[in-house]
């Protein structure tokens, strides 16, 4: 359990870093686990359901930006989502009734595994309040060389910066937005079995692996089970009809149950539509909607 410091900290500064949030046999296995996905994308000349292949992957070097969804793809990863450990982590910043919104393993590859251009996950998925956090968690050491997640403190307080170029919706703020303050920067720099957490609206980016060693988090984003989507990556649920849609939700609830009566605040939204020419990932959005990189080199 958290202290009550440790979550004010994050409800002022929209970012936590949580040293020794599990154990070295949980990250090992979480660790080996990624490992062995990475060696069969060898096989894979195209992204897929698991895996978004990164620039210059091949079956001599594999080079993935990540492993999709990895909670499904392995009982390891589910494990850890799952773990109570994990869950106290989800209820000390959520309250007791939590749903996952998705996982994601990212993976940044050796020598110049990609960027994560800046943004802010509630661009992608606005809901009816913004109770939505995501928790980074470290699976080998990341330095400032292999591409650490990077904030702005107090941004989840301000606005939402606009995610759209050309009139599609890229998934990335515009380096040279007025109110993008890069000199404001904090580098989450831990070590394996450390974990970071920031707040949906916080700004947050990262620059390639310029290093020798893989960077790879293993992202778990979740919400207040009173939080509903309005559209974007949650939205899928309004597909669904509604005995699929209860199902879905049934098998996300992390802790608690789920919450029928919306809570409804005020926050700046804007949808993020229309979507790139390539949605698949935000990788692929950024690139295919043609965002400016803020670390172009
Ligand atoms: O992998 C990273 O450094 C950032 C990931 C991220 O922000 C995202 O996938 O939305």
Same mark, same amino acid.
């Given at each position: 359990?958290?202290?009550?410091?440790?979550?004010?900290?994050?409800?002022?500064?929209?970012?936590?870093?949580?040293? !020794?949030?599990?154990?070295?046999?949980?990250?090992?296995?979480?660790?080996?686990?990624?490992?062995?996905?990475?060696?069969?994308?060898?096989?894979?000349?195209?992204?897929?359901?698991?895996?978004?292949?990164?620039?210059?992957?091949?079956?001599?070097?594999?080079?993935?930006?990540?492993?999709?969804?990895?909670?499904?793809?392995?009982?390891?990863?589910?494990?850890?989502?799952?773990?109570?450990?994990?869950?106290?982590?989800?209820?000390?910043?959520?309250?007791?009734?939590?749903?996952?919104?998705?996982?994601?393993?990212?993976?940044?590859?050796?020598?110049?595994?990609?960027?994560?251009?800046?943004? *802010?996950?509630?661009?992608?998925?606005? #809901?009816?309040?913004?109770?939505?956090?995501?928790?980074?968690?470290?699976?080998?050491?990341?330095? @400032?060389? !292999?591409? =650490?997640?990077?904030?702005?403190?107090?941004?989840?307080?301000?606005?939402?910066?606009?995610?759209?170029?050309?009139?599609?919706?890229?998934?990335?703020?515009?380096?040279?937005?007025?109110?993008?303050?890069?000199?404001?920067?904090?580098?989450?720099?831990?070590?394996?079995?450390?974990?970071?957490?920031? #707040?949906?609206?916080?700004?947050?980016?990262?620059?390639? !692996?310029?290093?020798?060693?893989?960077?790879?988090?293993?992202?778990?984003?979740?919400?207040?089970?009173?939080?509903?989507?309005?559209?974007?990556?949650?939205?899928?649920?309004?597909?669904?009809?509604?005995?699929?849609?209860?199902?879905?939700?049934? @098998?996300?609830?992390?802790?608690?149950?789920?919450?029928?009566? =919306?809570?409804?605040?005020?926050? =700046?939204?804007?949808?993020?539509?229309?979507?790139?020419?390539?949605?698949?990932?935000?990788?692929?959005? *950024?690139?295919?909607?043609?965002?400016?990189?803020?670390?172009?080199?």
């Amino acid at each position: 359990m958290l202290s009550a410091e440790q979550i004010a900290r994050y409800r002022t500064d929209g970012y936590l870093l949580i040293e !020794n949030a599990i154990g070295p046999d949980e990250i090992k296995a979480i660790r080996d686990t990624a490992l062995e996905f990475i060696e069969r994308s060898r096989a894979l000349t195209e992204s897929d359901d698991v895996y978004d292949l990164d620039d210059g992957h091949s079956a001599e070097t594999p080079r993935l930006t990540r492993i999709k969804v990895p909670h499904k793809q392995h009982p390891i990863f589910d494990g850890a989502l799952r773990s109570d450990r994990m869950k106290s982590y989800f209820t000390d910043f959520l309250g007791p009734n939590v749903a996952l919104q998705t996982t994601k393993l990212n993976t940044k590859a050796p020598g110049g595994g990609a960027a994560v251009e800046w943004h *802010q996950d509630w661009a992608f998925y606005p #809901h009816t309040n913004d109770d939505m956090l995501a928790f980074g968690l470290m699976l080998e050491d990341v330095d @400032e060389e !292999n591409g =650490p997640l990077m904030v702005i403190p107090g941004s989840h307080k301000g606005p939402v910066l606009s995610h759209h170029n050309n009139g599609v919706f890229c998934g990335a703020v515009n380096p040279d937005d007025p109110e993008f303050h890069f000199d404001k920067a904090i580098k989450l720099t831990g070590k394996a079995g450390d974990m970071s957490v920031h #707040h949906a609206r916080t700004l947050h980016g990262s620059a390639p !692996n310029r290093s020798d060693r893989a960077r790879m988090i293993m992202f778990f984003e979740a919400c207040s089970a009173d939080a509903w989507p309005l559209l974007g990556a949650g939205s899928y649920i309004h597909r669904l009809g509604q005995q699929a849609m209860w199902d879905d939700l049934r @098998e996300r609830m992390i802790c608690g149950e789920p919450v029928l009566s =919306p809570r409804i605040e005020t926050n =700046p939204v804007r949808l993020p539509l229309p979507p790139a020419s390539d949605a698949s990932s935000i990788f692929k959005s *950024q690139k295919s909607g043609g965002a400016k990189s803020a670390f172009a080199a």
